[in-house]
């Protein structure tokens, strides 16, 4: 099984890129050939300053390794240096009918929310699939959000593979629906273009400050409360044992806990889960021409199948 994820290095890692990408990795690393790219070709869509692109770039690789990414199993390499996905695009994109991109939500959400309509953002999709289908993945560990990316993937792949024959394997989304959407401070799919994450290495005041901002309701210290509804009670239990969520839950309901309370919980559950990360991390950092290789190791091993799978596409389109 060939596996293949990326990540745009567009902000600061957060909880939601934790649970919602990066763990689900790091696990299923052990069960087959892993890829993972950092999309710095998709972040240019909105970030616009060559230094700030280059230091996320980097700022992702180091969050990876820090989180469990091990380069003995897992190939991670930056999106720009596997160039053959842009031909891939373009070859994917001449059986792209116009109705399958109008139709994405992320598309239509990001304009909504006042991003500028750029062609860039608009085939999104279509270099996502090349990234997808240039190493032949089988699974894509994606969010809930993220599925019609995929799904978009397999129509093109399959549209194709009708057209010129038999090129590209159809991948199949994994999806972990419990943590499909991780809450922001605000109450909205966290995500760094809202401005509403929780970093995973971020510590200290900061951190404290950002938990006890969270978005709660109204009710009073000795008010029960219902945990289902509450954005503290959905990031507590992403980091909590079944046991301690329905503990948590019982204090909920019972009355005579603040969200105060419920949100120090939650900052003590952040630390102790992300501190050895923290650790890890600050000395990825002080070795900086390690990292460096593992990204070229990384694209040495993707280039490898892209290489091959484009050839065999230039090939049934006859351009070779």
């Known amino acids: 099984m060939r596996i293949l994820s990326g990540i745009q290095p ?6 939601g890129n934790y649970f919602g990408a990066m763990k689900p990795c790091i696990e299923l690393q052990e069960q087959g050939d892993a890829y993972i790219f950092i999309a710095n070709y998709h ?22 390794l820090a989180a469990g990414i091990d380069p003995e199993r897992t190939a991670l390499y930056r999106q720009s240096d596997v160039p053959e996905v842009h031909e891939l695009a373009w070859l994917l994109s001449t059986v792209c009918p116009m109705g399958l991109l109008e139709r994405c939500h992320s598309y239509k959400d990001k304009i909504a929310k006042g991003i500028s309509p ?11 699939a090349a990234d997808i289908l240039a190493v032949q993945s089988n699974v894509v560990p994606v969010g809930k959000d993220q599925k019609q990316h995929v799904e978009v993937t397999r129509d093109l792949a399959v549209k194709f593979n009708n057209t010129f024959g038999e090129v590209f394997t159809i991948p199949e989304p994994s999806i972990r629906e419990h943590v ?28 404290k400050k950002r938990v006890m901002s969270i978005l709660t309701d109204s009710k009073q210290l000795e008010d029960p ?4 509804t509450c954005n503290v009670f959905a990031l507590c239990k992403l980091l909590s044992t079944e046991e301690e969520q329905a503990a948590l839950a019982e204090r909920y309901r019972a009355g005579g806990m603040g969200y105060g309370h419920a949100k120090l919980e939650l900052l003590e559950k952040i ?49 070779q």
């Open 10 to 15: 567009s902000g600061k890692l957060h909880i």
């Open 43 to 64: 972040a240019m869509t909105t970030v616009q300053d060559g230094n700030a692109l280059r230091e996320m770039t980097t700022d992702v690789a180091l969050d990876f």
């Open 118 to 128: 750029m062609h860039g953002l608009f085939a999104y999709p279509v270099l996502m």
């Open 180 to 207: 499909a959407v991780v809450p922001g401070v605000d109450g909205q799919k966290m995500s760094k273009s809202y401005d509403n994450t929780i970093e995973i290495f971020m510590e200290g005041k900061p951190l």
């Open 225 to 228: 409360k219902e945990p289902e």
């Open 271 to 319: 630390n102790s889960h992300f501190a050895p990360m923290r650790e890890k991390r600050r000395e990825l950092a002080a070795n900086m021409d390690y990292v460096e290789d593992v990204l070229k190791t990384g694209a040495e091993k993707a280039s490898v199948l892209a290489r091959e799978t484009l050839s065999k596409a230039r090939h049934a389109v006859g351009l």
